[in-house]
C-alpha cells in the first residue's frame, strides 16, 4: 500500500496563529485530499489538492482559512490559519491512484490542538 | 448528494460472538461503497469495498460485507471477533472508481469484552 507521511504528527498551538501540515507520499499518485476529524465525529472533506492549481474547496470550507498547496504529485500541504480551538481536530491527507490503485489510502494524520 | 447512515454509534460484543455493523447509503447510481477500521491512535485502514460483481465481499481481518441495493444497505459482518477488533469502523460512499471524494459515515465504536 502507499506509504504516507504527515508532518507534525501533533502540535499544540495558540489562538491566532497558523500551522502548516505537509503530506508526502511514496509514489506519485492521481488524487490528493485533506479531511478534518473532529473529536468523536467523522471525516469531513475539506478540499481536494490540484497538482499546479488552486484547490477545490467543499462547503463550508475556504481558501482563506486552509490553504492548499500542491506542487507536485507525491506531496502537498495544508495551513490551518488564524486558529481558534474550534480547529482542534485530527486533520488527515488521502491519495487515490497511487500505482494505477484506486483505492484512497490515508495518512497517520495530524492531531492539532488549539489552546 | 451522497450519504451515509450508521445508525449504532457503539456496539459492545464479547470475543468470539460474531459482529454485524449496519451501514445504509443513499446515492443516486450505483455506489461504490466502502468499509474502513480507525485503530485508537492509528490511521485509517481499508477493510474492504464494493464496485461492483458479487454482493458478498471478502476483506482483510476476516471481515465481509453485503452489498444489498434493495435496501440501500453495505452491512460489515464478522463470524468470530477478537480483541484486537476493538476500533472505530467507518462506512464510506463513493461516487466513482475510487479516485474522487468519499463521503463517510459517523462511525460505530466497537468494544470487544473477554
Known amino acids: 500500500s502507499a506509504v504516507i507521511s504527515q508532518k507534525p504528527s501533533r502540535d499544540i498551538c495558540q489562538r491566532g496563529t497558523s500551522l502548516t501540515i505537509q503530506c508526502q507520499v511514496d509514489?506519485?499518485?492521481?488524487?490528493m485530499f485533506w479531511y478534518r476529524q473532529q473529536p468523536g465525529q467523522s471525516l469531513t472533506l475539506i478540499a481536494t489538492?490540484?497538482?499546479?492549481?488552486?484547490?477545490?474547496?467543499e462547503s463550508g470550507f475556504v481558501i482563506d482559512k486552509f490553504p492548499i498547496s500542491r506542487p507536485n504529485l507525491t506531496f502537498s500541504t495544508l495551513t490551518v490559519s488564524n486558529m481558534s480551538p474550534e480547529d482542534s481536530s485530527i486533520y488527515l491527507c488521502?491519495?487515490?491512484?497511487?500505482?494505477?490503485?484506486?483505492?484512497?489510502?490515508f495518512g497517520p494524520g495530524t492531531r492539532l490542538t488549539v489552546l | 448528494a451522497q450519504s451515509v447512515t450508521q445508525p449504532d454509534i457503539h456496539i459492545t460484543v464479547s470475543e468470539g460472538a460474531s459482529l454485524e455493523l449496519r451501514c445504509n447509503y443513499s446515492?443516486?447510481?450505483?455506489?461504490?461503497l466502502f468499509w474502513y477500521v480507525q485503530s485508537p491512535g492509528q490511521g485509517l485502514q481499508l477493510l474492504l469495498k464494493?464496485?461492483?460483481?458479487?454482493?458478498l465481499v471478502q476483506g482483510i481481518k476476516g471481515f465481509e460485507a453485503e452489498f444489498k441495493r434493495s435496501q440501500s444497505s453495505f452491512n460489515l459482518r464478522k463470524p468470530s471477533v477478537h480483541w484486537s477488533d476493538a476500533a472505530e469502523y467507518f462506512c464510506?460512499?463513493?461516487?466513482?472508481?475510487?479516485?474522487?471524494?468519499?463521503?463517510f459515515g459517523i462511525g460505530t465504536k466497537l468494544q470487544v469484552i473477554p
Open positions: 446515492y443516486g447510481a450505483t455506489p461504490y
Open positions: 464510506a460512499v463513493g461516487d466513482s472508481g475510487g479516485y474522487q471524494k468519499v463521503t
Open positions: 488521502s491519495v487515490t491512484g497511487w500505482r494505477g490503485n484506486n483505492e484512497q489510502f
Open positions: 509514489s506519485q499518485v492521481t488524487m
Open positions: 489538492a490540484n497538482q499546479g492549481s488552486e484547490a477545490t474547496y
Open positions: 464494493y464496485f461492483s460483481g458479487d454482493t
